[in-house]
């Protein structure tokens, strides 16, 4: 079965860190683009990162420099590496698979992991 599960989210306290993962089965984390959403509470959905035609990743302004995605071949898992998190990261987050940036949607969702921040 083709799917991307995510996990890692929880509750942290702001200035903490928290690294989400995106298990990958069907095909190999590198086949296509990985990329990261989150929903706010009452929100639209945005992305956070995406992976560029070279394979680098880019993100989102208000994320740059804080969260690093990631991949491992040998796990067939991607990460998203969460540090100095702030009330605002509060949100349910989704891995994305066969998305890359500019594309308008990816061709597979994750069913999404929580993740709550105190002040």
């Known amino acids: 079965e083709v799917q991307v599960v995510e996990s890692g989210g929880g509750l942290v306290q702001a200035g903490g860190s928290l690294r989400l993962s995106c298990k990958v089965s069907g095909f190999t984390v590198d086949d296509y683009g990985i990329g990261w959403f989150r929903q706010p509470p009452g929100k639209e959905r945005e992305e956070v990162s995406c992976?560029?035609?070279?394979?680098?990743?880019n993100y989102v302004d208000s994320v740059k420099g804080r969260f690093t995605a990631s991949e491992d071949k040998a796990k067939n898992t991607a990460y998203l590496q969460m540090n100095g998190l702030k009330p605002e990261d509060t949100a349910v987050y989704y891995c994305a698979a066969d998305y890359l940036c500019g594309d308008a949607q990816p061709g597979l969702w994750g069913q999404g992991t929580l993740v709550t921040v105190s002040s």
């Open positions: 992976e560029s035609t070279s394979g680098r990743p």
